[in-house]
């Protein structure tokens, strides 16, 4: 894939710097991009926590590290960025991914948890194999290389979070929690 020099891109991810979050796969990907992208590409980490300085030393020089910073500030960061870089495998629900998609950022996260049943594949973002820095490079390499699918999936990811409403999440739970007692009542009745 070729990419202009003219064309600069903004990743960004927001959240706890933590082994759970499993972050030094930013490192990974970052430093493993095709040079002619990864040339044009400025990374803003934010956030912090216990795997900050690792992250810091393993990171090529095109990383900003905000450290924490207050709500208002994150969402601007996020509004202005190309794409929204999400590694994390433990996300009971990843409230910062849906918050991205309102900002009309696509999504690149990792095919695990609750994120994956918010992003929409081809649709608002991308999901790739957890833990496999090949998977997260080959789909920040296809969306950054398709300017009119890339304004496609920030205008669904809007129109996707729009549409998203607490009530329903909760009645979502709601529901899997019965069917759950359901089911284990099933299995008590005596036979």
């Not at 903004?10 to 970052?30: C, D, F, H």
């Not at 849906?98 to 950022?105: F, V, Y």
């Amino acid at each position: 894939m070729k990419y202009s020099i003219k064309e600069r891109f903004i990743l960004t991810y927001a959240g706890r710097l933590a082994p759970e979050k499993n972050v030094e796969l930013l490192a990974e990907i970052a430093n493993n991009l095709p040079t002619a992208l990864q040339d044009n590409i400025h990374w803003i980490i934010i956030g912090d926590g216990p795997s900050k300085m690792s992250l810091q030393q393993k990171c090529n020089q095109n990383v900003t590290f905000t450290g924490f910073l207050p709500q208002r500030e994150v969402a601007k960061l996020i509004a202005v960025s190309d794409l929204f870089v999400f590694p994390s495998e433990t996300e009971t629900f990843g409230n910062v991914v849906l918050e991205a998609l309102a900002a009309g950022t696509p999504v690149v996260a990792a095919r695990a948890g609750g994120v994956q049943d918010i992003i929409q594949q081809d649709f608002t973002g991308w999901l790739c194999e957890a833990n496999n820095s090949t998977s997260f490079i080959q789909a920040i390499e296809s969306i950054l290389g398709n300017v009119e699918w890339r304004h496609q999936l920030a205008e669904n990811a809007i129109r996707y979070a729009q549409k998203q409403r607490w009530e329903d999440r909760f009645n979502d739970l709601s529901e899997a929690y019965q069917a759950i007692i359901d089911e284990i009542k099933k299995q008590q009745k005596p036979a």
